[in-house]
């Protein structure tokens, strides 16, 4: 975990977390914490195909090495949509307009 100060942009990265507020030795405010970039998607999890999964009310998701597939009612379905990395990124965006989502 990285702390910033919000003044004269000190960081403190350290191997131990931190405890309590710590200060900037400069300005001595309380530094923030910089949140974590977020990791590449395509770094994430298994790349290889996988098979249709039933994920609940009807809808089946599949994964062909890049996109996640979405069927509806069947794993054979027709009515199905591919979801690229970036579509799925929006689509939990959406979401998170909708409901607060467990981090
Ligand atoms: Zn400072």
């Known amino acids: ?12 990265e350290g191997g131990t977390t931190p405890t309590g507020n710590p200060t900037c030795p400069k300005c001595q405010v309380v ?24 994920v609940g009310d009807g809808a089946y998701a599949s994964y062909d090495g890049y996109q996640i597939w979405l069927m509806a009612n069947s794993p054979h379905s027709s009515n199905r949509v591919a979801l690229e990395p970036s579509t799925f990124l929006k689509f939990i965006d959406y979401a998170k307009t909708i409901w607060v989502l467990p981090r």
């Open 31 to 54: 530094l923030k914490r910089v949140p974590e970039p977020p990791m590449p998607i395509e770094y994430m999890g298994v790349r290889e195909p996988q098979p249709p999964v039933h």
């Open 1 to 12: 975990m990285t702390l910033i100060c919000g003044i004269c942009g000190y960081t403190s």
